[in-house]
């Protein structure tokens, strides 16, 4: 595997700044890999290319507005990003990155004279002793954080209040993410609703995502064969529906890498070639490169990922799976000629 097989160039215009509205009036770039056919649609008809039953599975994560703009002792500002997807009830230390030198012992404060202390620091990541309990330091987010936006998205018009909503899927409910499940943006409830009348159902499991899921990987990545560290979980009632789907031979199909990830992190392939979802809560660190056996995952719904990042090493994993014809390369080829929009606020690709 060569890290170069995964770079290309994206002319600027593409790189989307807003989301499509209404969300489900993104492009959809459809992909079936068994008659190695391409097809152009919007989003909102993802339907006429779902296979009927199926069974779709939905990251329920909630972004955090975990971005803030604190103050030094001596007046000066610095910006940080909390790693909220990592952190736990109980913890007394908080991870985060910042955008210039710290020394440790420094003490930063809110708006509302609350504090955050440096106590120590790991490679590009410092961490903080807040002065509040946990419960309320969730409280400052909501009320001095902002939505921490992939850096590739300039300068955007929507405000921060429009970010919390569209930065955000329609389903979200577990609050924890750094950064959103993207292929989740594109869905709206009435969508949810016409596509569950029409034979295609859903369900959810919750990964926590860090900014690890975007950033490019390195050498030592591809020879530990690990990735960044997230928490994900698979409830009792979705882990049956999986296995049900399976058994019954129903394609289940995840809306995003994330998803993808958390499902084939939760699986496990019996001797005999059963394969069932373990529920629970747990941290994970796969890495999802080709070649790979796929457990799970009969289909995907992604968005056009970052060059050289292991969301495009996951799809073109996925490709080879379903033994198609093209990798993932030569599909973005097709999706920069036929201009469609790129990365966290972009298009949809849907692969069967």
Known sequence: MRLADYNYHLPKELIANSPASPRDSARLFVYNTATDTIQFDTFKNIGKYLPRPALLVMNDTKVVPARLLLTKETGGKIKILLMMNEFRNGDTLIKGIVDRKLILGTTLFFKNGSQLEVVKQGGQFFFFKPSVSGTTLWKLLDEEGRTPIPPYIKNTKLSERALRERYQSVFAQERASVAAPTASLHFTEKLISR??????????????????????????????????????????????????????????????????????????????????????????????????????????????????????????????HKKARRRTLELYDVAIKEKFRFYSFGDGMLII
Do not use: C, W
């Open 195 to 320: 596509l569950k009348n029409d034979g295609v159902d859903h369900t959810e499991v919750t990964l926590h995502v860090g900014l690890g899921t975007f950033a490019p990987i390195d050498a030592k990545n591809i020879a530990e064969k690990k990735l960044f560290t997230e928490y994900y979980e698979v409830d009792e009632k979705s882990a049956g529906r999986i296995v049900q789907a399976k058994a019954s031979g129903v394609p289940v199909i995840p809306v995003g890498t994330t998803a993808l990830r958390a499902l084939e992190s939760a699986a496990v392939t019996s001797d005999q070639g059963v394969t069932s979802v373990v529920a629970g809560a747990r941290k994970t660190n796969l890495f999802i490169y080709p070649p790979y056996d796929f457990k799970v995952a009969d289909g995907l719904i992604t968005n056009f990922h970052v060059p050289k990042s292991s969301l495009m090493l996951l799809v073109d994993a996925f490709l080879q």
